[in-house]
């Protein structure tokens, strides 16, 4: 099915014949996009009017009474609206052409993307906004899935039957690969009880472990003798804790997944929230707080807003319009968990930390998660799970921020993520994608930055699922979650036992150990992990396309070897002449992926993390790949893993008393926010193109005189 391509004169309306064409035409175009069926005029709100371009390479369909559907591919979303716009007359020769040479590129493939340049044209409006010819070799367009019809039906039915027991065997080899590699350790183990021994005394902080854990059963008596008692009042009590923050929970840890009841534990409490991202999804925000000085919204304030974002609004919340405010700092989380990981380790967790030293601490968490919520799609729908880490970095990221910033009525937060978050943050940050986000941003503290990849994606497993071919990944994993058992075995499974397993496996499979962990805490920190996440996010991460294939997020294998090579850092090769000639020729902001309205970064790298290569991406920067980018904060920890940088028993005094500094320092309304416990000597930042600025003022002024 082609346009009608007798269309006469741009901006004339077509001839009758070919006005019935062209409706023709596009309500076929629109039932491929739309939400259910329409035959015989059923469901009629439920059909597709309008293809909204987010970005340019990110268009969501707009049904009838106003709700979205996930992106589709880009030649489908371009053909809707010029076909709507034909039949208003409102089209112009360019515009077909544009979209036939879209559909071209659909049939033969995506042309070659030269230097991250997407060419596209535009009237100044994203949502008018021509989507460019050509993608990014590291986001191929996702599968289009149309409404549900019989076919389409038996197909997902297929995929989820097979990938049923496909995915099962994988992960029960994965397992018993856990189990099988943990044989020598424990026999170790044995061993050096049975010679008197205590293998534990290796552990760096093994003091300190006894002491928390003799701790924690003090605590735990102590609370079930004022719960059995009526003499102790609460200002005695509050005299007992720390800082006046009064547990309201407390006893022996049931080791839940449930983020309120630690934060109760510490004298704090949570509220969560319902996002809508631009595309539907509703996705989870949970609001850190102090419950001696701010009240829980009612549950109609904390519901989803709609798709609308960074709309201008704010909500008026404080009780003293006088009293300085909490500046806002919005948490990520990594690959397969929930911002559940950063309220674990009692109060030195991350999230607690940041909320009593005087932060409003948000605590975003990805689509999908725990619970699948869509406005419209429901688990069975293979397009509620057709997206990857772009939509969560364009989607989901940009509609967390604009809750907290909604919320809390400021123009800026601070972010700081994990792992696979900061790797959301680059793709969504970077300027093909939405770089307007960096401009919401105060700063953006990376851990264990995922940005290159580490030795371990060459390990066999990852291979396995790198050599296996798109459709065999989906025969084996799906369309829909990825390994759904996982979740059901954390729904049945005593806490102490999945616990267990799941450091096993996510050892065994990532190559970290707990060694600089709170031992005791372990089972609750797996508590959170694993969450709901897609095939097709997977597949982007480890399948023979993307990240497993270039090992970078916003670089082909190619370009990023070129700019090693040219900066002497591949490896044994040097700079040859030849290649100095030409790295003059072309400076080294031409392959930068940010511009000018990204945010300050600071980075907290993983010197011992095989996982990701922190390292590299700390070059990158400073060897002047990214002009544009202020880095205000770095750091490598050579001993550190990639989850010890939120869960080592001293990360509070190697990187989150850091992270509390550096907020505060690049916070841009120091004036209007109380300042933040031992930030009080804390300079504010200022970049260093706005010092070359200023001296250079001074040198005129004294030229002057």
Not at 40 to 69: C, K, M, S, W, Y
Not at 377 to 394: E, K, T
Not at 450 to 470: E, Q, T
Not at 615 to 630: H, M, T, W, Y
């Amino acid at each position: 099915m082609g346009l009608h391509a007798d269309h006469g004169h741009s901006g004339s309306q077509p001839s009758g014949s070919a006005a019935a064409q062209t409706a023709v035409e596009f309500a076929q175009q629109a039932e491929k996009l739309s939400y259910q069926t329409t035959q015989n005029n059923e469901h009629p709100d439920a059909v597709a009017v309008e293809a909204q371009f987010i970005t340019a390479q990110d268009p969501v369909i707009v049904t009838a009474d106003g709700n979205r559907l996930p992106t589709v591919p880009l030649e489908q979303a371009h053909k809707l609206n010029i076909l709507r716009d034909e039949l208003n007359g409102d089209i112009s020769n360019q515009a077909i052409d544009e979209v036939e040479s879209l559909t071209t590129v659909a049939k033969n493939g995506p042309k070659p993307y030269a230097n991250g340049k997407a060419a596209h044209k535009s009237d100044g409006s994203l949502q008018r906004s021509m989507p460019p010819t050509n993608t990014h070799p590291l986001f191929p367009p996702l599968p289009l899935y149309g409404p549900p019809s019989i076919l389409r039906d038996i197909q997902c039915w297929t995929f989820r039957f097979t990938s049923f027991f496909l995915s099962a065997a994988f992960l029960g080899v994965i397992v018993l690969g856990a189990l099988f590699t943990s044989i020598p350790t424990v026999c170790y183990k044995i061993w050096q009880r049975m010679t008197f021994q205590n293998p534990d005394l290796r552990r760096p902080f093994y003091k300190e472990e006894l002491r928390r854990q003799n701790l924690r059963k003090e605590q735990g008596q102590s609370w079930k003798r004022r719960k059995s008692q009526d003499g102790i009042t609460l200002d005695q009590e509050s005299a007992q804790v720390d800082e006046g923050f009064v547990p309201t929970e407390g006893g022996p840890d049931p080791v839940i997944c449930d983020v309120g009841y630690y934060a109760r534990r510490v004298g704090l409490d949570i509220e969560e929230f319902q996002v809508q991202t631009e595309d539907g999804f509703i996705i989870d925000l949970w609001h850190v707080y102090d419950p001696r000085e701010y009240t829980k919204l009612n549950d109609e304030e904390r519901v989803y807003r709609g798709p609308e974002l960074f709309t201008g609004d704010t909500r008026k919340r404080l009780k003293d319009p006088n009293q300085k405010r909490k500046f806002p700092v919005l948490l990520m989380h990594g690959l397969l968990q929930s911002s559940g990981a950063y309220c674990v380790n009692d109060d030195d967790s991350l999230a607690f930390y940041l909320c009593k030293a005087g932060y409003d601490v948000w605590l975003g968490n990805n689509r999908c998660g725990f619970e699948p919520k869509h406005a419209l799609l429901d688990y069975s729908d293979p397009r509620m799970w057709c997206w990857n880490i772009r939509q969560m970095g364009v989607f989901d990221l940009s509609a967390l921020v604009s809750r907290v910033l909604f919320e809390t009525g400021f123009e800026k937060t601070g972010l700081i993520c994990h792992s696979q978050g900061t790797t959301q943050t680059f793709v969504a940050l970077a300027k093909e994608q939405r770089p307007e986000l960096g401009e919401k941003l105060t700063v953006f503290c990376a851990l264990a930055p995922a940005a290159y990849a580490g030795p371990l994606i060459g390990k066999m497993y990852f291979k396995f699922m790198r050599v296996i071919s798109p459709d065999l990944f989906r025969v084996m994993f799906g369309v829909h979650a990825f390994i759904p058992i996982m979740m059901t075995m954390h729904s049945i499974l005593p806490a102490g036992l999945y616990g267990w397993l799941g450091y096993k496996v996510f050892s065994f499979l990532f190559d970290w150990t707990d060694l600089r962990w709170d031992r005791g805490l372990r089972d609750r920190m797996f508590q959170f992990a694993p969450v709901y996440v897609s095939s097709e996010s997977m597949r982007w991460w480890l399948g023979r396309e993307c990240f497993a294939k270039h090992k970078c997020i916003l670089s082909t294998k190619e370009e990023w070897h070129n700019e090693e090579r040219e900066d002497g850092t591949d490896g044994p090769l040097a700079e040859t002449a030849s290649q100095l000639r030409e790295h003059h020729k072309k400076p080294k902001g031409t392959t930068a992926w940010y511009n000018e309205q990204v945010c300050p970064f600071a980075l907290w790298v993983a010197g011992n993390d095989s996982l990701v290569d922190g390292k590299k991406l700390l070059r990158r920067f400073e060897r002047g790949r990214e002009p544009n980018v202020k880095v205000v904060h770095s750091k490598v920890l050579p001993e550190y893993e990639h989850l010890d940088v939120i869960w080592a028993m001293d990360a509070v005094d190697q990187i989150f008393r850091e992270i509390r500094e550096v907020l505060w320092k690049t916070c841009n309304v120091r004036d209007k926010c109380r300042i933040p416990k031992g930030c009080e000597n804390v300079a504010a930042w200022i970049p260093e193109d706005a010092e070359a600025d200023g001296e250079g003022d001074e040198q005129s002024s004294s030229d002057s005189t």
